[in-house]
């Protein structure tokens, strides 16, 4: 009977063991991302990142610019992996295309870093996917270029990609208040890239202008989220001063916010065309091809994305 206790103490370790076991195994692993971002244009692409950064669900494995001059849109991306501190993550440019006013992208001008890679987007894409045998999800929150050049060249990815997130597309209404259905800017600055994804066959969520153009980023959030005396803090308001305009709508965050919390929105599986002019045109009766997100409460979504942005929940430390 004198070794009851060390019986008991043994007993209780086990069963503490076991509690701690169960509860790391039904704790949910990061998701993998790639992120293809227009960033350097509107301001949304940087809050989107920022988002990403402030989130431990996601695990941020590359970054892939579009549109425009791609070179100074990865070295914007770049600077701001830096500051905040995840210099692991690679990122590559796509295709440069026309010139566009991205005023933004001064901040990083001459900017340069090991994660700055010359190898393609499409390449850099292909070997996250490859890595990430199945796993990998693409936030795409620019033109839709390079995951349309991905699934071209490379059409064996579509059983790869798990899923694609997107900020895109109109379905009711469009950038204002009555407006009607629109031609969105991501969606129709590259319509057949768009056409090309759409039909794909591989899953797609998306946030349209119905619930991303009611988002607006008020003076008294915009001055909780930069008084936060970090590097990621400081490099938000170093570029929305450079942006220009007083009032942020943060279309892309919503759809980084799908993967976070889908109960930010109400979701709906819809068949969606693309015409094209751009439009994302409903098709009754047809089998969906994409779940969208047609309904938000613009306060419960501002205040969700605040509190995560200002979080003490820093980078994730260097794989």
């Known amino acids: 009977m004198r070794f009851e206790p060390k019986l008991r103490l043994r007993a209780v370790l086990a069963l503490w063991l076991i509690a701690v076991a169960t509860a790391l195994a039904a704790k949910p692993k990061p998701i993998p991302i ?7 244009s509107d301001i949304d692409d940087a809050f989107a990142l920022a988002l990403i950064l402030k989130s431990p669900e996601l695990d941020l494995r590359a970054v892939t610019t579009v549109s425009g001059d791609t070179a100074a849109r990865a070295r ?8 905040a501190g995840r210099r692991d993550v690679p990122v590559a440019a ?3 295309g026309g010139k566009l006013d991205m005023a933004q992208t001064r901040w990083a001008e001459g900017f340069t870093s090991p994660s700055l890679l010359h190898e393609s987007a499409v390449h850099l894409m292909k070997s996250q996917i490859d890595r990430g045998h199945g796993a990998i999800v693409i936030v795409a929150i620019g033109p839709l270029t390079n995951v349309a050049a991905l699934l071209e060249q490379y059409p064996g990815e579509k059983k790869r990609i798990k899923r694609i997130v997107l900020m895109g597309g109109s379905i009711a209404r469009g950038y204002y208040p009555g407006s009607g259905p629109t031609a969105e800017y991501n969606i129709a600055a590259d319509s057949k ?13 998306m946030a349209p202008l119905d619930v991303t153009a009611r988002l607006q980023l008020d003076a008294a959030h915009r001055q909780e989220i930069f008084a936060q005396a970090t590097p990621l803090a400081e490099a938000l308001h170093s570029l929305y001063v450079l942006w220009g305009q007083p009032t942020p709508t943060l279309h892309d965050p919503m759809a980084v916010s799908l993967l976070l919390d889908p109960r930010l929105c ?3 599986p819809l068949a969606i065309q693309i015409t094209d002019k751009g439009m994302t045109v409903v098709q009754k009766g047809r089998r969906p091809n994409a779940v969208v997100a047609v309904e938000t409460n613009p306060a419960r979504f501002i205040a969700f994305y605040t509190s995560r942005v200002t979080s003490l929940v820093g980078p994730k430390p260097i794989r």
């Not at 914007?76 to 500051?83: D, E, G, H, P, T």
């Open 76 to 83: 914007l991306a770049a600077k701001m992996l830096w500051v």
């Open 193 to 205: 890239a768009s056409q090309i994804v759409f039909s794909s066959g591989v899953p797609i969520t």
């Open 94 to 96: 796509g295709t440069p």
């Open 34 to 40: 790639v992120l293809d971002t227009d960033i350097g």
């Open 266 to 268: 109400t979701l709906k």
